[in-house]
């Protein structure tokens, strides 16, 4: 039995290269082992205009090209990430409007502010997803032909294949074919038999995987822009014991896509019933949260039956389309204002804005309506409050952990005019001091004072009372609606295993040729074709023709050619 050979075809003395002399002696057996369409290079003295336009399509769908669109993609995406969006956050926009009055304009003409619906953003996208469609329907149909069909017959000369191997046997040709063909569809590989030499064929599966990889891009792109279309996303902090509607009014804040409509919002509702926050009390993780988690009663629909549920991060409650989010966590204490006749004009928990990791926090109550002052005339009060969740002494100014073990409520209050009604927005946790006047004490000295709940602070001259009742928790809750992110998680996957089938499989062809001799000994040649120069065709080639030569009991080694006259003996 003869050694597998590799050699490289050499270079045909009409010059033509070795990979088209190859093609042309193998004929359809060395046609393309893939559906990639091969470039042909267009007349371009006689094109015309229909000759461009194929031309045009041609490298539009060209693998090439398809690359250098995802690249720009990519390119594209990139301000979008460092660039305020004014669909994200049309604050940062402004203020970064007013911080760079030189590159605004310039970027308002580039569209950098809204890059994912921007024209040429748009361009890119739609030229990706036309080259990928052109390229994927024709070598899908290929593809199918190919299936449908059979190997390719063998080519007349074998020995010019890179891996080749023969030997000589007793055996009739039919019965080696016959063997031949049940070992190679035993190894699963398509064969039959065509002439005097059993095709086969294998690795289908790399192209499937390629096809399967181009398709999930679409899928993808497909998703993405669905999502970014139809996509809705709104915060709202809730207060233990309080509800939420999912409805626009009930947001903080709330933004969405540009075909999104109310009526894509999925009706659900939901009450915070209790946040549940511990934390590490000693070790260098000290303040770490252990537990962190919000306990909710939600219903989907008017009249869906209620349900509990406990969120916690990166566990959100899904419903249907929308997931619901625990983003952050603070402290609402429960502030109860009296006026001068003792009469309750404010009750309710204030929710304050954490400042650090151990949730020292700053906010404002406003009493806008019902307080009158000693004199009986009425006005707004403002409070400034100021919370330490664990008040430790010498550390006045910050908690010392993030729990409630010593919580401390310091108010500082104001009266007069707050300016809720000249038109201006204002923020609920910022007070207007300009219209305003402080209390002071018996010293002189503004009023400021520190309650622990259940204290009172007295407001001077029968002015009325302050009361710090205890502490609620509050939770933010981030409510996403994405559609299409099942089907790019599908995409992704997809992509990722067709990726690895086109890259680590690889096609291939063998051919089993057996004819009778001149001198009537049966000679067997076995060649095999791969799409590109590997290893791994000679060493499987080699392993058939092993198995194929040790179940034939009747091979004969090869002639001994006599010497030629006149030679040395």
């Not at 001198?519 to 290893?535: C, I, K, P, Q, W």
């Amino acid at each position: 039995m003869s050694k597998t050979t590799t050699d490289a075809t050499p270079e045909r003395a009409d010059g033509t290269p070795p990979e088209r002399a190859d093609d042309a002696d193998l004929g359809a057996a060395g046609s393309q082992l893939s559906t990639a369409p091969k470039e042909e290079l267009p007349g371009l003295p006689s094109l015309g205009v229909i000759g461009w336009a194929r031309w045009f399509w041609r490298q539009l769908t060209s693998m090439r090209v398809a690359l250098l669109l995802l690249l720009l993609v990519s390119l594209g995406a990139i301000p979008g990430s460092l660039i305020p969006q004014s669909g994200t956050d049309a604050t940062k926009v402004a203020d970064f409007r007013k911080a760079h009055t030189f590159l605004s304009p310039i970027y308002d003409k580039l569209g950098l502010f809204h890059v994912y619906s921007s024209v040429w953003f748009a361009a890119i996208y739609i030229l990706l997803f036309v080259s990928l469609i052109g390229c994927i329907v024709p070598r899908t149909w290929q593809f199918v032909g190919q299936l449908r069909g059979r190997p390719p017959r063998a080519p007349k000369r074998l020995t010019r294949l890179p891996a080749y191997t023969t030997w000589r046997t007793e055996t009739e040709p039919e019965q080696v074919r016959e063997a031949a063909l049940a070992l190679l569809k035993k190894r699963r590989f398509r064969a039959h038999l065509a002439g005097d030499a059993v095709a086969a064929e294998k690795g289908y599966l790399r192209e499937i995987g390629n096809l399967a990889f181009h398709i999930a891009l679409i899928v993808m792109l497909i998703a993405f822009a669905w999502g970014q279309l139809f996509k809705s996303e709104g915060n709202k902090l809730i207060v233990e014991g309080d509800g939420f509607s999912n409805t626009t009014t009930q947001y903080d804040d709330f933004k969405s896509g540009n075909l999104f409509t109310t009526d894509d919002l999925v009706p659900f509702s939901f009450t915070l019933d209790k946040f549940t926050g511990t934390y590490e009390t000693d070790g260098p993780n000290r303040g770490t949260p252990r537990t962190y988690q919000a306990a909710l009663t939600y219903s989907q629909g008017a009249y869906g039956k209620d349900q509990k549920r406990t969120v916690k991060v990166n566990e959100p409650l899904s419903i249907g389309d929308a997931k619901v989010y625990l983003t952050a966590h603070g402290y609402a204490p429960v502030i109860t204002v009296r006026d001068g006749k003792g009469k309750v004009v404010y009750s309710d928990a204030v929710p304050l804005l954490p400042l650090d990791s151990n949730v020292t926090s700053t906010g404002v109550v406003k009493v806008l309506d019902g307080y009158k002052n000693a004199k009986g005339v009425s006005e707004q009060l403002g409070i400034s409050a100021f919370f330490l969740p664990t008040y430790t002494k010498g550390s006045e100014t910050a908690s010392t952990f993030p729990a409630l073990d010593n919580p401390v409520l310091n108010l500082t209050p104001y009266h007069g005019d707050l300016g809720v009604d000249s038109g201006i927005p204002q923020s609920v946790y910022q007070l207007d001091k300009s219209h305003v006047k402080e209390f002071k004490d018996a010293k002189g000295a503004q009023l400021r004072d520190n309650l622990k709940p259940g204290q009172t602070m007295k407001l001077p001259g029968g002015a009325g009372s302050i009361t710090y009742e205890g502490t609620k928790e509050w939770a933010n809750f981030q409510v996403v609606q994405q559609p299409g992110t099942d089907w790019a998680l599908a995409g992704a996957l997809t992509a990722i295993f067709g990726l690895a089938a086109s890259l680590f499989i690889q096609r291939r062809r063998v051919w089993v040729r057996a004819v009778a001799g001149p001198d009537g000994v049966t000679v067997v040649e076995m060649a095999g074709l791969g799409r590109s120069e590997s290893a791994k065709v000679p060493e499987e080639l080699g392993d058939l023709a092993g198995i194929l030569y040790d179940q034939d009991e009747k091979t004969t080694p090869e002639p001994e050619v006599a010497p030629a006259e006149g030679a040395e003996k």
